[in-house]
Every structure is written in C-alpha cells, then in structure tokens.
C-alpha cells in the first residue's frame, strides 16, 4: 500500500484525510460498508482508499456524494486499473485506491 501511496501521493500523502466524507460506499444491499478513507488534493479532486479484511471477497457499490461513479479502482497487487462499473470485487485481505 504505501508504493501505492507514493505512486499517488497527490492524494494518499499530500492530500487531505476527509474522513467518509465525499463518497458513499455500501454493500449490494445497500448496507453501509468499511473501512475506507477518502482523501481530498489540493486540486479538490478525490481518492479513495478501501480495505478488504474478510477471508472472502466482498462485493461494493461506491459513488461520489454528487451520485457520480469514481472512474477507476486499482487493487494493491495489480497494477493494471480496472474502470468502475456498477460493483466493485474486493479479494480477500485486500485494499484498493479508487480515483
């Protein structure tokens, strides 16, 4: 996570931690899920950094306050992006950064 953090540190160290603020993410049931963190830049744009500690994937929804989707999402061990589509597959023991 942190060469993730250093790679985009425009958010994830330059950035500052608002908290949930920002962006809502929910189960498929719509139940409030966490752990996450968003963080704000300097430019106001967002990122998002979610945590996996269950033995098994979990599926998310994640939206921007406003109801718009985040663009992107990249899992801590793969470097290829994925685009967002309506859920999100987080592994087992994993976290990503969404942007």
């Not at 958010?11 to 931690?17: A, K, N, Q, V």
């Not at 968003?38 to 109801?67: M, P, Q, R």
Request: glycine share 6%; with cysteine.
């Amino acid at each position: 996570m942190d060469k993730l953090r250093t790679e985009y540190r425009k958010w994830f160290w330059d950035g500052e931690f608002i908290d949930n603020q920002g962006a809502n993410i929910t189960y498929q049931d719509g139940q409030p899920y966490h752990p996450y963190s968003v963080f704000k830049a300097k430019d106001s744009t967002l990122g998002i950094a979610i945590a996996n500690y269950e033995d098994c994937s979990v599926y998310v929804h994640v939206e921007w306050n406003d109801g718009s989707k985040p663009d992107k999402y990249r899992l801590i061990d793969n470097q290829d992006w994925n685009i967002v589509s309506h859920i999100i597959e987080l592994p087992a023991r994993s976290a990503a950064i969404i942007l």
